[in-house]
């Protein structure tokens, strides 16, 4: 009996390990800090060693590898160099779960994001797209509600 519940135990351990994919986790890891300039030398060094800006990238880099349901990052490219950036970038693409950032690179809000929350006079505004998008139909409203009041004021004149 108790061997039978062993080895079912063990398999369930397996399964689980399997669900994780923990034969990947250092792979995945190597891959995360490699993108964010960790070179195999700087992987293999106790957090301790790192400034401020190195351990901001590993904050970074222990965000995306735990793949939380919702990532949230503000001004996720300040610390970063090009080569880093443009790694990001390639990588929250495909992110498969729902990110909130907050950033005034706009290159990075026109290749990552798919909506744009814009706040505003106490109220949000959701924009499908990225922020290019965003820009012109904001634009594009804007001179709509100048001619409609421009309308009135007429009428009124009128």
């Known amino acids: 009996g108790n ?3 062993l080895s079912s135990e063990l398999a369930e351990i397996y399964a689980a390990l399997g ?3 923990a034969d990947k986790a250092p792979a995945r890891a190597s891959v995360i ?7 195999p030398e700087m992987q293999r060094r106790p957090t301790k060693t790192f400034s401020g ?3 901001m990238r590993l904050a970074l880099a222990r965000a995306l590898f735990s793949k939380p349901d919702l990532l949230l990052l503000d001004e996720p490219t300040n610390m970063l160099d090009m080569k880093a950036i443009i790694w990001l970038e390639n990588y929250l693409q495909s992110w498969p779960t729902t990110l909130l950032v907050v950033s005034h690179d706009r290159h990075f809000l026109d290749t990552v994001p798919t909506d744009i929350l814009h706040l505003h006079s106490a109220t949000i505004e959701s924009y499908r797209g990225n922020y290019e998008r965003f820009e012109k139909v904001k634009t594009e409203k804007l001179r709509n509600r100048a001619r409609e009041i421009e309308a009135q004021n007429q009428h009124r004149a009128h």
């Open 3 to 5: 061997e039978t519940e």
């Open 19 to 21: 669900a994780m994919e």
């Open 33 to 39: 800090l490699a993108g964010l300039g960790f070179t």
């Open 53 to 55: 800006g190195w351990r």
